[in-house]
């Protein structure tokens, strides 16, 4: 059974960095689009981040230029390194792993920024 651990999250101050990993138990890992989502309080689910099997990436417009999705198909491991984080990056932040039609979802890791 499929299995997505997100680890990472806490609390950070306004400007700072973190970044979080996803490990994933699926196989093999390397045929799945991997994407990393976030759900503010309070609002809908939206996508931040996605990395094709093809190596092609794609973010929403709010984290362009500061987010970085990457992978690691050795260890299968996803990771997204956050920069320059505001208050409204404020989010459970999901992993999900995507192949056809089969979606596999984590449980989530709580991101704050706040002073």
């Known amino acids: 059974q499929a299995q997505l651990v997100e680890s990472g999250g806490g609390l950070v101050q306004p400007g700072g960095s973190l970044k979080l990993s996803c490990k994933v138990s699926?196989?093999?890992?390397?045929?799945?689009?991997m994407n990393w989502y976030r759900q503010p309080p309070g609002k809908q689910r939206e996508l931040v981040a996605a990395?094709?099997?093809?190596?092609?990436?794609h973010y929403g417009d709010s984290v362009k230029g500061r987010f970085t999705i990457s992978r690691d198909n050795g260890k299968n491991m996803v990771y997204l390194q956050m920069n320059s984080l505001k208050p409204d990056d404020t989010a459970i932040y999901y992993c999900?792993?995507?192949?056809?039609?089969?979606?596999?979802w984590g449980q989530g890791t709580q991101v704050t920024v706040s002073s």
């Open positions: 990395l094709f099997r093809d190596g092609s990436t």
């Open positions: 999900n792993a995507v192949f056809g039609r089969s979606s596999h």
């Open positions: 699926i196989n093999p890992f390397n045929i799945y689009d």
